[in-house]
């Protein structure tokens, strides 16, 4: 489901039809935001690890992870949640690890579930890719009406703040930030055209975004899927022992190998499958998805990665 909303409120046309279809659950939805399991990394590293799974009235759009890197005299905060609610309810989790404020914001990709809650961070520096700026300034306020629609609730404090410091698509930018040194590296476009990653080799840490989760199906929607296989390949050539994803448990590079070889299978089958005249519909008869079938959201999500595939397989043979 929440693939096919995403896709109809993105289309403006669209949007206003679909907020009239969608049932509404009441407004008062009467749940708490579900706590974020706290990892820590090491002295300066913790990640806030959320629940997994689609938006939704029980978890009011918490479900996504965050990184704190502590420094100096701030904290540098990755990816803020789905709304100005969560954004200050991490907010609470951090004050509960360090006193230090958090001075800069740090935006993986410009899905709402990861950009939001910025505003709960009005004098942090926010930073991104140059894409995933131009993305939010387009899509920010259609992400707010995908919220509303799948917790039922409004979310009157919540709007999509840009970012101001930028990189550009296919760079890898060495910086550092509350004496803290890393990398931000913007690969060609994987799950969405604006992914950035950040990579700290001192501490041998990647925090990837959604360009890897871990026991969930991921995201085909805004993807480049053959692309984001080749990104997967090069993650692997790096010094890395803990990845925090954008979505679901810490991972490994074992993960990240594993999670390379599925979607690399995936996409040799559907495009064989293509090859040989078959419609994705028929494709997915064939294909070998019983790994994937143990993932959270298989049933909602996996046909539109097949048919995202497909498509692309499509486009790139003319």
């Excluded at 939805?29 to 990394?41: F, T």
């Excluded at 954004?87 to 899905?111: C, E, M, W």
């Excluded at 939001?116 to 920010?140: H, M, T, W, Y």
Aim: hydrophobic content about 40%; proline content about 5%; aromatic content about 6%.
């Amino acid at each position: 489901m929440f693939n096919s909303v995403y896709r109809l409120l993105k289309n403006q046309t669209g949007f206003l039809t679909l907020l009239l279809l969608l049932p509404m659950a009441s407004l008062q939805a009467g749940e708490e935001l579900p706590e974020p399991e706290v990892k820590k990394i090491n002295e300066r590293v913790y990640a806030l690890l959320g629940p997994i799974g689609f938006p939704s009235k029980e978890n009011q759009g918490y479900m996504v992870n965050s990184a704190v890197l502590i420094g100096d005299d701030g904290v540098v905060l990755v990816d803020t949640g789905f709304s100005d609610e969560i954004g200050q309810h991490l907010k609470k989790t951090i004050a509960g690890i360090t006193d230090k404020p958090v001075t800069h914001v740090i935006n993986t990709h410009h899905h709402g579930d990861h950009i939001l809650g910025n505003s709960a961070f009005p004098d942090a520096e926010v930073i991104s890719s140059k894409q995933c700026r131009e993305l939010v300034e387009k899509e920010g306020y259609n992400w707010i009406g995908i919220l509303k629609n799948m917790t039922g609730k409004e979310h009157p404090d919540t709007r999509p703040i840009p970012a101001k410091t930028v990189y550009p698509q296919e760079s890898h930018t060495n910086v550092t930030l509350q004496e803290i040194p890393m990398e931000f590296w913007v690969p060609a476009g994987s799950h969405t055209p604006g992914d950035m990653m950040i990579y700290l080799p001192q501490d041998k840490l990647l925090i990837s975004g959604d360009i890897l989760v871990q026991k969930m199906i991921p995201s085909f929607v805004d993807a480049h899927v053959s692309s984001w296989i080749d990104t997967l390949a090069k993650i692997q050539e790096r010094n890395i022992e803990t990845v925090v994803p954008g979505h679901g448990s810490l991972m490994t590079m074992a993960d990240v190998k594993a999670m390379h070889q599925r979607m690399a299978d995936l996409y040799a089958g559907v495009e064989a499958g293509y090859n040989q005249g078959m419609m994705d519909s028929e494709i997915r008869k064939t294909l070998d998805l019983s790994e994937w079938k143990k993932m959270k959201e298989f049933e909602g999500q996996m046909g539109v990665n097949i048919n995202r595939a497909y498509l692309e397989i499509e486009r790139e043979s003319f």
